[in-house]
């Protein structure tokens, strides 16, 4: 184990953490905290922008830059606010603390980066395709001579990082990992606490069980897998079939167990498998503790974050009084368009979502949103009744436009790269009842419990009974038509909507009331991520992004927001049920009470079934721990282990390569599969690599490359060294895959081409270009 390098990330993050925490001051004064959980995405966003923006000119310029842009406003932030509290800063950072070192411990177990199981190769080669780039845009490791076709603002964050602690690549892949689950848990036990104690809740109480539902929790396809197997023989296969399982996996025993099994829920008869393999659930329902514990540096991962960043923004903005016009509109159009631009690049799919919790924001706040008008002009547009109403989310929506076009600008450089071939489709195969509350269950029924619980204060409990019982009939009517997410979430959204905008309706709140136990609010900011959550899920069973794998993208890449947003969401709304939900009779409020405490109980036991079962097989299939992504090679790949390393330690800046190709998920030699090997490890762009460049740009493009490479390998001299001037080669890999694959190499025939290193497996040529 790399104990120093260990100890020199987390010293780094916790410095971010105190730097980003003094200028979170100023964003957040409201917070329980002011902010100082938020320090490390603050920091980091810092860190970011300058170095995006520098980095045209040089990386390293940027990085540095950055970091003394971020010192001064740390600086200048603590003149004008003061310092970080010293025991908020303790709090904080050992929550960051234990959950980096939680991962760490995961990541030390099984830490490759391997092709198989996820798209490590791809995070792998952006990340050392930026160590090794002198400045942006960056050239894409899979297509030599192009800009990367993908959003690589997690990765650049990462490199950043990484070029500050001086760290080797395949050790910064696994810190910078456990730094962004750190990051996610840290955010939302201070957003949390922050939402809570804003109406008077135990803020630890509801920071720590959110922290636990972000971090640790299961979906509920574990534990519903679980009692299936608790039944006896003939009932546990109705049962199972009743709700669409097989007796596989842990309904068959925990022998069985697959940690995969839990984000594969949803079935997709609509994919086209032509290119994948057949029965493969391909609608992934992926949640942080899985993703985290198969380890892929990805997007949608990194991302969350700075999600959390721009939900806080939001919360802020919720905070501030209407009498605050120029801080709204700052924290509005200043900050929040930043943060979109951070996310604009760091994972495109959760760009949209900033202007969706602005538009929310705006619209429910306590604050007027014509308030945010010069005086004249908001006082003419303050309507009563539905008209208020009306004009609110006109304002709302004018609002999310504007922070969407500010966020575009912030990362323009990003959309004048290479354009997505992807259209918007409608009308998917749509997720039964069941499906859903299996991957949403864990949050949708404390929503719906708290709802319920509101109604009951709001008209009554008989009445309460009515509406509860009509919103079931309604879920159930709903299921039967195939259309089960509207039954199941419609009433959330409606409940969420009223309950937020009671207080407001038919007249200007100018400032934020003083809320303890809601005050005259009956729920608070955890409405806007409850809003927020449902709406992305109802919108994905209507509209989807087309692809050959049906709507797993979509999916895949909605969900982690969902759970996130939701996962900061139930804290306080449990909390609430716990301390605050009080019906009229003793007898009432003792089973409340209990019925609450047992709930929460039986959500963190029965959630918790998944991480016990993953983490002890973890454990046990567990090498010697280390923190190296490459130490498999030499025990895996021992044929080209030694040139690979050569490749990473002798060749200098990014000269183009090649490798097999097409390539994939799989690094079988034997089949002659390479997976682009030698240059998604070392970040040296190869002329055609994985099959996700047909993707990203198009077939014609792609396979016209793939043939070219072919002829590089086996076509004739004059046609070899044609190609070669044309991709501007500098290295040609001659490994077990290309020679199973092409069979007799003719490279070395083509004039200015020499071997550079040779091992018992494999030959790199060297082409000198003056000599082609």
Known sequence: MEYGVLALWLALYLLLLYAGGTVATALFPRFADRGVSLGVPVAVSVLWLVTYFVGRLSLTVGVWLGVAVLAASAVAAGRSNGTVDPRAYAETAGVFALAFLFLVWIRALDPAIVPLGGEKFLDFGLLQSLLRADSLPLEDVWFAGEPVAYYYGGHLAAAILTRITGTAGQYAYNLALAGFYATLVTAAYGLAGAIASDRGLPRRLAAGLTAFFVGFASNLSTPARFVIWLLPDGLSQTVATRAGYELEGLASGPDSFSYWDASRVIDDTAADFATYEPGAALVIDEFPLFAWLNGDLHAHMMSTGFLLFA?????????????????????????????????????????????????????????????????????????????????????????????????????????????????????????????????????????????????????????????GLLAVAAAALTASLDAAAVGLLLPLLLGAWVFARSPALGRTVERVPAIADGGDRPVGFEAVLLLAGAGLVLLVEFVFVRENIGRMNTVFKTYMQVWVLWGVAVGPVLAWLMTRWRPSGERARTLTRTGARALVVLLVCSSSLYGAFALSNHVEYADDPTLDGLAYLDEEHPAEAEAIRWLDATVEGRPNIVTAAPAGYHWNPSDGEGASAPASLTGLPTVAGWHHEAQYRNDTVYDRRVDDVETIYTGEPAAQRRLLREYDVRYVYVGPAERKRYGEITTDRADGVTIAMQTEGVTIYRVHPERL
Request: aromatic letters at 8%.
């Open 311 to 467: 939900a806080a923004l939001c919360f802020s903005y919720y905070q501030t009084p209407a009498s605050e016009r120029r801080r709204r509109l700052a924290l509005l159009f200043g900050a929040l368009p930043a943060v979109g631009g951070v996310m604009a690049v760091t994972n495109t799919w959760s760009f949209p979502s900033i202007g969706g919790l602005a538009l929310l924001t705006v619209t429910v706040a306590p604050a007027d949103p014509t308030t945010l008008l010069p005086g004249g002009i908001g006082r003419k547009l303050r309507l009563d009744s539905a008209g208020q109403e009306g004009v609110r989310i006109g304002m709302g929506l004018a609002v999310a436009v504007g922070v969407l076009a500010l966020g575009l600008l912030w990362s323009l450089p990003f959309w004048l790269g290479p354009a997505s071939g992807r259209e918007i489709a409608v009308l998917p195969d749509r997720t039964s009842l069941l499906e859903l509350l299996a991957i949403h269950g864990v949050f949708v029924a404390p929503f719906w419990l708290y709802l319920y619980a509101q109604t009951g204060r709001a008209v009554g409990r008989e009445s309460a009974r009515v509406v």
